[in-house]
């Protein structure tokens, strides 16, 4: 830091970052007032004591060591490259920050006695943002897994095709397949599968010789426990009994997980990477729910009539179990899956709070229908929860298309969505609401009249620059208001005639009262009306409706 000793602390007291610079005994000697806002400690409690009231106790030992060695040899790290590292916040709990080191020199100036100075910077919403878009990647992938086999003619195609899907799709580099001999009392190779101009040859050679026993190796385990086995390291982990194979091949993490259809084991199937890698919990859960979705899958190719059941549960994951209870407001909501033939829907909704007792309401649409649009389904739900922390619609839905965008393959797969924040208050409500190429909401006021809401925007997927604009508006006693898709606007009669926008209207200006649970019966039936008859095929249908009750008579 080439600045005086007088102007540094100045300039770091306005720093929005922590600021901690140690000395060469490990005692802190300066810490800016930003540690308050990321870990909780008054700058005065901080200084004079040793760094390791900021490290996490079972951290601690490797973090004096290491501090040992910086000032034997000097930093490892180049001078300003950051790092991501878990720190002690005041009331016990860890947080991930990313720290920048600088050291300093003598005459370097800055603080007197510091030889060291950390930049700490909080990256736990952005970690949990990521994670969340992680997950929603494996969702992915295992949704166009289960798409591969429900293509597939035959349980033995669908294997075939089980293991370049996986690995393609979770970035690893080969596959083995293990089904239970006739007998049952082993695990005998079914396939292997490596990616595109890559073999293992080792590991080939060796697999196709060898069966397993229950609780024997890394399939056996995977048999005998029902969960996803994870060895980070093949050529030295006792459990994995192909080190020789996998040292040749070059082969050092794996991971195999159990295929089952009830208790029924139908295979294991075992990944390998070239790279040593954790395999973080997010994965271990999407590949256990995948062995238990194969397994399903595969029965369900013998037995036709169970394919919509499967559906119908993938499409429940992608819809809220019940709707939480809000403080002074109804909740009601409606979902109709669309054509009959199609395995899930792309319409979704969700009702989440938000730490500051709002809470975040969305509604979305993607375009199609089938396992692709369900994929985007799930990670446009998954991303705005993760991005929800934020408490701005227009945010919420910035994320979701950022997300989009990173995501997108194949053929273009754009979402509308309704995002809202409410805040609850005694008198009246307050939202905030930003549209993204959705229809506009419609507001039914205390007298019967209804009028649309929020400012019309672009859908999301598209145009990485778009921006949202927010609208505020009044839920005052008496009031409701209504989401949904186009799936109730768009249902055609059998003239083709659409439901439209005054019909709607006009069905929610004949209710009584603005009744949560009235109002989307009402609009259900009316569309169901519309399409009694029809010679067109229904869209997916989804009808949220927020209602604050009348205030009652003193």
């Known amino acids: 830091m080439p600045t005086s000793g007088v102007a540094a602390p100045a300039l770091l007291e306005a720093l929005p970052d922590a600021v901690v610079v140690i000395n060469a005994s490990g005692c802190i000697v300066y810490v800016n007032p930003a540690v308050r806002t990321l870990l909780g400690h008054e700058p005065g409690d901080l200084r004079g004591r040793p760094l390791t009231i900021l490290v996490p106790a079972e951290l601690r030992d490797a973090y004096e060591a290491g501090f040992a060695n910086l000032l034997a040899h000097g930093p490892a790290r180049p001078r300003g490259e950051p790092g991501q590292i878990p720190v002690l916040h005041a009331d016990g709990t860890e947080v991930t920050v990313e720290v920048t080191l600088s050291w300093l020199a003598e005459g370097d100036g800055g603080v007197a006695g ?145 295929v089952l259809r009830g208790d029924t084991l139908l295979g294991v199937c075992e990944l390998f990477s070239r790279e040593q890698r954790p395999v973080p919990p997010e994965l271990l859960d999407v590949l256990a729910s995948a062995g238990r979705q194969i397994g399903q899958f595969l029965a369900r190719l013998r037995a036709e009539s169970e394919l919509r059941e499967l559906a119908d549960t993938l499409q429940r994951s992608l819809l809220p179990a019940h709707l939480p209870s809000v403080p002074g407001v109804q909740l009601a909501a409606r979902y109709r899956a669309g054509a009959e033939g199609v395995f899930v829907g792309g319409d979704t909704y969700d009702v989440l709070p938000l730490p500051d007792d709002r809470w975040m309401v969305l509604i979305a649409d993607v375009c199609g229908t089938g396992a692709e649009a369900a994929a985007i389904t799930a990670l446009t739900r998954h991303t705005a929860r993760a991005a929800a922390s934020a408490g701005s619609p227009s945010e919420v839905l910035r994320a979701v298309n950022a997300a989009l965008l990173h995501e997108q393959s194949g053929p273009l797969r754009f979402v509308t969505a309704c995002c809202l924040v409410l805040e609850p208050g005694e008198a009246c409500h307050r939202v905030s609401l930003s549209v993204a190429g959705h229809p506009l909401p419609l507001l039914r006021t205390a007298d019967g009249r209804v009028v649309g809401a929020g400012t019309a925007g672009l859908p999301l997927g598209i145009d990485p620059g778009v921006g949202f604009a927010e609208t505020r508006i009044d839920l005052p006693p008496g009031t409701t208001l209504v989401l949904y898709t186009d799936g109730v606007t768009e249902a055609r009669d059998d003239a083709g005639t659409q439901f439209g926008e005054d019909r709607l209207a006009a069905v929610l200006t004949a209710l009584t009262s603005g009744d949560a649970e009235r109002t989307v019966a009402a609009v259900s039936a009316a569309v169901e009306e519309q399409l009694q008859g029809s010679r067109y095929e229904a869209d997916d249908l989804a009808v949220l409706a927020l209602a604050v009750p009348p205030a009652q008579p003193v």
């Open 114 to 258: 510091g030889v060291l100075i950390g930049v700490l910077r909080d990256v736990s919403a952005s970690l949990r943002l990521e994670r969340q878009l992680q997950v929603g990647r494996y969702l992915n992938a295992t949704l166009r897994v289960t798409a591969a086999l429900a293509a597939a003619p035959d349980a033995d195609v669908a294997f075939e095709q089980l293991l370049p899907t996986l690995c393609a799709e979770l970035d690893w580099d080969a596959a083995t397949l293990w089904q239970p001999e006739s007998c049952g009392g082993r695990l005998a190779h079914a396939g292997t599968w490596t990616a595109p101009g890559s073999t293992v040859p080792s590991l080939h050679d060796d697999t196709r010789l060898r069966t397993f026993l229950r609780g024997e190796g890394m399939p056996g385990l995977a048999w005998q426990s029902r969960e996803p086995v994870v060895i980070e390291d093949l050529w030295a982990d006792p459990r994995f009994l192909r080190p020789s194979a996998a040292r040749a091949d070059g082969l050092r993490t794996g991971v195999a997980f159990p």
